[in-house]
């Protein structure tokens, strides 16, 4: 069975730096296409980074050169690394398994439950 479970949300002070985790059960994170969505307050879901099975990696522009997503290969976990976070940075943040982008749509067919980011002083 595929699961996908998030931690390590929280508040975190503008410009601070958070760590997001996505412990995968059922697959090898290594080999698999993953990403992170976020869902920000009245807003839809919004696609925030890819890495592939090559570990090639893709970032949403309002991102680029501030977070970077990461595997780690032993402990099959999917990673976030979120630094000079801003307040529009706030949001539900998901981690999902083979997504597949369209130019207004997005659909994974695997989704964790979310993890709370919440940038405010």
């Known amino acids: 069975e595929v699961q996908l479970v998030e931690s390590g949300g929280g508040l975190v002070q503008p410009g601070g730096s958070l760590r997001i985790s996505c412990a995968v059960s059922?697959?090898?994170?290594?080999?698999?296409?993953m990403s992170w969505v976020r869902q920000a307050p009245g807003k839809g879901l919004e696609w925030v980074s890819s890495i592939n099975s090559y570990r090639l990696t893709y970032y949403t522009d309002s991102v680029k050169d501030r977070f970077t997503i990461s595997t780690d290969n032993a402990k099959n976990t999917l990673y976030l690394q979120m630094n000079s976070l801003k307040s529009e940075d706030t949001a539900v943040y998901y981690c999902?398994?083979?997504?597949?982008?369209?130019?207004?749509?997005?659909?994974?067919?695997?989704w964790g439950q979310g993890t709370q980011v919440t940038v405010s002083s």
């Open positions: 059922g697959f090898t994170v290594s080999s698999s296409a």
């Open positions: 999902a398994k083979d997504c597949r982008r369209g130019i207004t749509s997005l659909s994974c067919d695997y």
